[in-house]
């Protein structure tokens, strides 16, 4: 049915800490199978955004390169995951009278007033990333899954906006056509990504708070009754951590990091056993002496600050109540020890950390929350083909597909 | 202390000065030199002073308290105000203490006579130290010798009265004076390690400051091919001394130089090298047997001027013999002082000319009125006519009017935070918060 070349999706992700490129295969049924994975380390990038552009594309290309002998295909389209401080989202309202006689609601009537929702005011400069359809509303009926043929007066929508700087995302696209000669297929919200390798049905429909705590960027998107209802990103993240420690402790990014990693926690625990840990130096001299307390005291202040902006912020779109489903949290801050705990405090809602769910060919060592938004790039994409090769659906349907089968 | 042991170490110089005592160009040398210890913390310097036995040095405490002057130890002992205290002290306040002094004023005469030079030592903030201190040294000026005035500050703890009163009589000082050399009290916090007594910390204050006065006492006595002299010193300190520090250090062997140098990057009273940077004048005067060579000097000076970038500087050099191998380097620094009275009081002091002194000037002008802070009842409103407030109101003299201080930018010492890692990035801001800013520096967390 596809030849090989069409069979082929590529998920990208330039990261804070990490480029990550995986190449996966669909089959008859369109159902992804990975095939290869590169990854190399990330310095050309600071908080998702590309500030050194040589050495991103050279660890791009390292990147590719390895996926690209392990799939042994060679990468030409990819999916773009994008984040950064510019990606914002917010609902808008979109409004339609069935003129009719009948009051038939039709399929020019649902594509009139999508196409009404989206004519909306972002700012100057900025793009739109995605638009999410939410529920229709027929006179005043909300909820409405699928209003066709129903009868009605007005049919309204939202929908859900995701729109960033057109140059911010731009950048990269044009760094990866210009220098390494990729096309890019579609650019994806990374927490969005996330969010779809990580939630199951179920989980989408109680409502769920998706966190990915990357090395540059926090990304969160919540998920309510199989809808995608709200999401944005905190240029905070383990980056800071890592400086914050380089700062109060007045060490050497490379130490203060080392220093996280064997050290960190969410919480400081309640009695630290040896308070004072000597740093030694290349030579192995003694170098410092530094003070877990502080240690502690600066990691937990960060990553509770940043955790409670998110709070915040769905405090005050109201959503925070309608999270049944929890807390799923993915990235490299997952990692962090007690990050559950103090997660479970801050929003008061059970969390867990998220495993990629439903994508064959996962090695176990892909099962790590690393590699959730790739992976997500890859459901992302498979979904996208297998809906936009089959000439049946529409528009409509290609918007309710890719983000209404999310939730149904 | 090492010049404890020197008792006896210029004796050479003035026999042979005595021997000569007819020849004016000689005489220049043999300086008549006289520290006056005002107050209780000025005869307890004396006292020290006075047990170092320098030669060619009268010592003389000043004291309204009869029982502290008798502790101290000095050549002559005076007690001032005998009827305006009847001996027992000016009980904080400096009016009591200038009118003690205005009344022994022929016995403080006496005692300035004959003197080229004259050291004044006091602790300014109590009655005698600030009051007395002023008229003596206009005293000491009349009968014409040169005045240098050294000067504690109280301690922060002892309160925004005596604190005040410090200050003003600080500025009297600064008219009258040649020069004065002020040191705050709370600039020995560092030097004093944890634990130690607050008697013990008094005596390591008083032992600095007989330390400070003795080596500028040989500063300006030995001999050398680039003397100091009393006019160096005046001059760096005339008009901008309030902040002021004095350390002598001293190193032996082939490295002196880098050991100096050492030495007055971790000394405390320069806050570990720090206060050269906000000095406007340094002394430094380097005294040795005569074995000092250019490349020592230069790289003790090299690393002074380092420090001190925008500073004045006078070098000295003197030569001793008893030294014999030892090179000693005075370093004086003196600093703009951020003294919180002096906008408001620079107009007054603008009219005020040496020549008033001292029965014009007067520390109850701009003394708070305590009466109405001390109770907690407030004074019935005063019964005032009509035709009063009116020529209250008419009144355009620029005295009646209240003149508020000019407030100053309290200056704050922010920890430099570098946006190193993402000086690139546009920053984050959330909600007026840069958040690429440690959580723990916003919420002003200390970390010790």
Redesign the interface.
């Known amino acids: 049915m596809f030849n090989r070349e069409s069979n082929i999706i590529v998920g990208l992700e330039i990261g804070t800490s990490k480029v990550c490129c995986i190449v996966a295969e669909l089959d008859d049924k369109g159902v992804p199978t990975i095939i290869g994975i590169g990854q190399s380390r990330s310095n050309g990038v600071r908080k998702s955004e590309i500030i050194d552009q040589e050495r991103a594309i050279e660890e791009v290309s390292i990147a590719i390169n390895e996926a690209e002998q392990m799939s042994d295909v060679e990468v030409k389209n990819v999916y773009l995951a994008v984040t950064g401080s510019h990606i914002k989202a917010f609902t808008c309202n979109g409004f339609h009278p069935i003129h009719a006689a009948s009051k038939v609601i039709t399929q020019a009537d649902v594509d009139e007033v999508i196409r009404n929702a989206k004519t909306v005011n972002i700012p100057p400069g900025d793009m739109i990333v995605h638009s999410i359809r939410q529920h229709f509303i027929v006179d005043q009926k909300e909820d409405v899954i699928n209003p066709l043929d129903m009868l009605g007066t007005k049919l309204e929508v939202n929908i859900l906006i995701v729109h960033g700087s057109q140059s911010r995302v731009q950048t990269p696209v044009r760094l990866l056509k210009n220098q390494l000669q990729i096309e890019v297929d579609n650019v994806v919200f990374s927490g969005l990504a996330s969010s779809l390798a990580l939630l199951n049905k179920e989980q989408k429909e109680i409502g769920t708070l998706v966190i990915d705590l990357g090395a540059g960027t926090t990304d969160y998107v919540v998920t309510v009754d199989g809808l995608v209802k709200h999401c944005g990103v905190i240029a905070v993240g383990g980056d800071h951590i890592t400086n914050d420690l380089a700062q109060g402790l007045r060490l050497p990014i490379g130490q203060a990091e080392q220093l996280k990693i064997k050290f960190g926690s969410a919480i400081p625990p309640a009695n630290i056993p040896d308070k004072f840990v000597v740093i030694e130096n290349d030579l192995g001299l003694k170098a410092k002496t530094i003070n877990l307390e502080h240690l502690y005291l600066i990691m937990a202040l960060r990553i509770e600050e940043t955790l409670e902006l998110i709070r915040q912020d769905l405090q005050e779109t109201g959503i925070i109540d309608s999270l049944r489903g929890g807390v799923v949290l993915c990235g490299g801050g997952a990692r962090i020890p007690r990050i559950l705990e103090l997660t479970e405090h801050v929003f008061q809602l059970p969390a867990m950390i998220g495993n990629p769910v439903a994508i064959g060919g996962i090695s176990s060592a892909l099962k790590q929350p690393e590699f959730v938004t790739p992976i997500g790039l890859i459901k992302f994409a498979s979904m996208f083909k297998r809906k936009s090769v089959s000439p049946r659906y529409s528009l409509t349907d290609y918007l309710k597909n890719i983000f209404g089968t999310f939730g149904k | 202390m090492e010049h404890l042991e020197n008792k006896e170490e210029t004796t050479d110089m003035s026999q042979q000065n005595t021997d000569n005592k007819s020849d004016c160009v000689n005489k220049h040398h043999q300086l008549n030199i006289k520290v006056f210890g005002v107050g209780n913390a000025g005869c307890r310097v004396v006292s020290r002073i006075h047990n170092v036995g320098l030669n060619n040095l009268q010592t003389i405490g000043i004291n309204t308290e009869a029982p502290a002057l008798e502790k101290c130890e000095a050549n002559e002992r005076v007690l001032i105000g005998v009827n305006a205290t009847c001996g027992m002290g000016t009980g904080g306040d400096p009016e009591r203490g200038k009118n003690a002094a205005a009344e022994s004023a022929q016995q403080i005469r006496t005692l300035c006579e004959g003197a080229d030079i004259i050291l004044i030592v006091a602790g300014l903030g109590c009655g005698t130290g600030t009051g007395a201190t002023p008229v003596i040294a206009s005293y000491s000026k009349e009968a014409g010798a040169l005045v240098l005035c050294m000067v504690t500050l109280p301690f922060d703890f002892e309160g925004g009265r005596c604190m005040r009163q410090a200050f003003m009589g600080l500025r009297y000082l600064n008219q009258i004076a040649n020069g004065v050399i002020c040191v705050p009290n709370e600039s020995f916090s560092k030097l004093v390690p944890k634990g130690v007594t607050f008697y013990e910390n008094l005596n390591l204050i008083n032992d600095y400051l007989a330390e400070g006065i003795c080596s500028l006492i040989r500063l300006l006595t030995y001999p050398g091919e680039m003397n100091t002299t009393f006019g160096d010193l005046c001059s760096m300190l005339r008009e901008k001394h309030s902040r002021s520090a004095i350390a002598t250090v001293s190193a032996k062997g082939e490295n002196r130089a880098l050991q100096i140098c050492d030495k007055l990057s971790t000394h405390p009273m320069l806050e570990k090298g720090n206060n050269f940077s906000d000095a406007e004048s340094v002394l430094v005067n380097f005294s040795s047997d005569g074995d000092i060579t250019t490349d020592e000097v230069r790289t003790i000076m090299d690393f002074i001027k380092r420090s001190a970038k925008k500073a004045f500087f006078k070098v000295g050099e003197s030569v001793n013999p008893q030294l014999s191998g030892q090179l000693n380097v005075t370093v004086l620094t003196a600093a703009p002082a951020e003294n919180p009275y002096n906008q408001q009081q620079q107009t007054q002091s603008a009219k005020q000319s040496l020549q008033e002194y001292p029965e014009s000037y007067s520390f109850q002008s701009e003394e708070p009125s305590s009466k109405s802070i001390g109770s907690s009842i407030p004074a019935p409103a005063p019964v005032v006519s009509n035709e009063q407030i009116s020529s209250i109101y008419s009144q355009k003299n620029p005295a009646n009017i209240i003149k508020m201080p000019i407030l100053k930018q309290a200056k704050f010492d922010f920890e430099v935070?570098?946006h190193a890692?993402?000086e690139?990035?546009?920053p984050?801001i959330?909600k007026g918060q840069n958040?690429?800013v440690?959580?723990?520096?916003r919420?002003c967390?200390k970390?010790n």
């Open positions: 935070v570098s890692r993402f690139k990035t546009s984050t959330h958040l690429d440690p959580t723990y520096a919420r967390i970390l």
